[in-house]
């Protein structure tokens, strides 16, 4: 049975002069053709039900896709965002069993494929349990990958009875047998939020963490240029931004990043030639306010596409 289920978002219709992200997509390659970029979802909550958390981001790459399949390409870049566009191709999403490790094994093994090949995959989470099938991908194909998370959290906490959740993905990575995982940055984190037993954890395993009011421009650009490796797998929670501008997301951040940061930060990971993957996890849909959440995870994959097209 294949892995993949393949999406049904409605194309736009618009005039022949304005097309969408949506009529975009896949134009320049057929069936067979080695595409650049994948867009992938992973539809699970699991992991955030196992961590407690409210459940819900299951629904997001689907609300994700609606609002990004309606953005137009950047008109200032017109030629270069097309041409992207066109070799990029959505697989649809992942078919979910609902058992956290199976589905981020599964997600590893489509994603190795993809690595392999130097083609950059964008996968829409799901609970931030998806981080971990993104970083099994690596692990899969043997290559050895950097981890940058944009996040409220550490998310480095042991597993729970034995179960991955969404607050143990970089643990996991980070204790791999694969040795896969290399220098694990974490930049926004919330300091009421964070047990400092984790950001002692983060230094002993050689990572490095930015407090929310240390994170920058400036700081997230050097925190991307310092690691080691010639591949950097980025993942971004949607829990870093501030709620009033993301309330859609697991757990609610009442004083997190303002969106602008968060957008040139996507916009800059798209843009580093180092960046080999790129996720962006823990939009909930059940709690969003007028899809503002949704859109604003739209915005992102725009910018890390936008970044893409400029390399
Ligand atoms: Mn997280």
Not at 46 to 67: C, F, H, L, M, Y
């Amino acid at each position: 049975m294949s892995q993949l289920n393949p999406i049904t978002i409605d194309t736009p219709q618009t005039a022949d002069n304005d097309p969408r992200i949506g009529q975009l997509l896949g134009a320049n390659i057929n069936n067979d053709d080695t595409p650049k970029v994948v867009v992938i979802g992973f539809p699970s909550d699991k992991g955030v039900a196992i961590n407690g958390g409210r459940t819900g981001a299951a629904d997001a790459p689907e609300a994700i896709r609606e609002q990004l399949y309606k953005l137009t390409p950047n008109p200032e870049n017109y030629n270069d965002f097309v041409d992207l566009l066109g070799a990029t191709r959505d697989v649809g999403d992942l078919n979910i069993h609902y058992e956290v490790e199976e589905d981020q094994q599964n997600l590893g093994k489509v994603l190795a494929g993809y690595v392999e090949q130097d083609i950059i995959p964008i996968i829409l989470g799901g609970g931030h349990e998806t981080a971990f099938g993104h970083f099994s991908g690596y692990a899969e194909a043997g290559l050895e990958t950097a981890i940058f998370n944009l996040d409220a959290h550490a998310d480095v906490r042991p597993l729970k009875e034995g179960k991955a959740h969404s607050g143990s993905p970089f643990r996991q990575a980070i204790e791999h047998k694969s040795e896969c995982a290399g220098m694990y940055l974490v930049a926004g984190l919330q300091p009421h939020s964070v047990a400092r037993s984790h950001l002692q954890y983060i230094q002993k395993s050689g990572g490095e963490y930015l407090l929310r009011d240390e994170t920058n421009i400036t700081s997230i650009s050097g925190f991307f240029h310092q690691h080691e490796n010639d591949r950097l797998m980025v993942t971004f929670d949607m829990d870093a931004v501030d709620q009033s501008q993301a309330p859609g997301v697991s757990a609610p951040c009442a004083n997190g990043l303002p969106s602008d940061l968060w957008l040139i930060a996507a916009y800059l990971a798209g843009r580093n030639e180092q960046v080999t993957s790129f996720d962006l996890s823990e939009v909930n849909p059940r709690h969003d306010r007028d899809n503002q959440t949704a859109k604003l995870a739209a915005l992102t994959i725009w910018n890390f596409l936008l970044g893409l097209s400029q390399r």
